[in-house]
DNA sequence: TGTCGCTGACGAACATGTTCGCTACGATCG
DNA sequence: CGATCGTAGCGAACATGTTCGTCAGCGACA
């Protein structure tokens, strides 16, 4: 059955090195800088790495966690602003603002974020200056601990659905045909939207983003966690 | 080429209906009630449908757009309040509640609609209640516009982020990997994280979504969109 | 009546993520 | 030094969504 056992004779490549986790990862990056993320499916890194897919869920458990980990060697990059009681609030939206265009690069990465979360040492120091900003802005523990899931589930989500990059162009005639929809809506069955139609669809991404951060800041801030202390031990 | 053109005696089946978006969508339906969502494959519909895979791509654009039609449906089941300017805060966070249920017993409906905009008749009704809700409340027609957006967002993302229905049961763990990465996460470094550490992972899903909506919808409520009234012709 | 051309349908194929057993290497133990 | 066993690695396979080139059937037209 294996006559052909010729390895390959792998000897103009650097002789191989034992397949590990972090080298996995590593060549995904530099494929994803030189090719695009698309490109990143595991029979290419397979290939890459000399091996067959299967060798590669010794050290990842499946394409999601790969993405895990290449998001937080994204995130290295992310300028973390100091907790300032005066700027705490621009700060925080300027922050969540970067964290989501970095995702809107990379769609796909924030469709398997939102799936998988993350457990990296770069997303643990996001997740800690954000809750710092919030304290920084004098809010409650509590709230400030359940606000910051929340407000990384926004961006991301954000990211995941504006984020039409290559893979899935169709994306964008679903959303004319939403528009249309709401456009076309008959105004005696939908009141509503007929009032708001000129509202529904103004502004750009940007502004609209920023305000959405902006209002949940706010409502996070002013909103108290049921029975707070009661449990105490 | 084609001598084994015995049309394969459909003699049983109801004469083949001849192949449409609907008829392909309640099939999917069909399948879905009695086997659950996974099975709804495309190869499965088109066998169902005593056809080719390729062939349903006349109707659909893609399997994304499918479960939006899908999810169409299961909103028929929602139960819409009116517009009370009393009630109008519990009803929409209820309202919201319910409509991030229903996706949560089927996360990779979820999924797809977090990217594909859904434009289904009952869609458009969840949207214009919604819209009359916040109005009820005394929200501007323009935060009242943006709000919705963001708020259906939120639920579908929770969805998605927290259904682990059947098909991918090792997202658990990943979620297990991150709460050990948090609980473990050293003081020194990740001080706003220790400090918070308890109230990160309290209180049940629930409570947190309830709370999430209310503090989203006060938000929406208190945030004025930038610039309101300046592009009026 | 015979021929042309169009459109809906389809069989086959491709690339993807993921899994299943087998193989063969290397450490451990007698 | 030799036998044993655990395990990393891997080839092959499976099911999925999606696309491509082709074909049958049918209406229009000479």
Redo the contacts with the bound molecule.
Sequence with gaps: ??PR?VPVSRRDRPAKP??SRDGAVAVALRIMHEEGLE??????LATE???????????V????E?HGAILDELLARLHLPPADADRWHDELVGLLCAYTHLLLDHPSLARSVLTLRPSGRHYLRLVDTILGLLRAGGVPIGQAAWGVDVLLQLGTATAAEHGTRGELAGADDERQLFVMALREAPEQEHPNIAEARDDLFSGAGMQRLTWAFTALVAGVRSTATPVPEIAEG
């Design positions: 059955m294996s056992r034992p397949l490109r990143v499916t595991m029979r290419r790495l000399d091996t067959g897919p299967a060798s590669l869920y010794v050290y458990q499946n394409m999601a790969l």
